[in-house]
């Protein structure tokens, strides 16, 4: 269990790093955007490994149960922000704003911070 929780810290600190440098490279034009969107899919990929196929489907509600720990589901919320705004940078307006929505759902589903 305790190498289980290492390897979730891990993981969420690397997408904290991620998050910084996506953000970063927001507003140096339209194909760093599509990079950064790519980036970010790839960064929620790393984020939950085998389970990324089923966290990105999965419902609100379910999504969270899954996830359990707060840390690394608001890591997945960061991303998935970061991607959305590089989405609306593009001018992909659609999939920006479902992905805000989505976001906007799993944060108010989001497990509690006791974790």
Known sequence: MLHQRDLI????????????????RLGLGATEAERVVRDAEQAQAALFGPLWPSVRVLDPASAAMLVGDARQFHAWLDLMRVQAAAYEQIGAMQESQALTARADALERAAPSTQS
């Open 9 to 24: 810290l891990r993981l969420i600190e690397q997408a904290g790093v991620a998050v910084a440098r996506l953000r970063a």
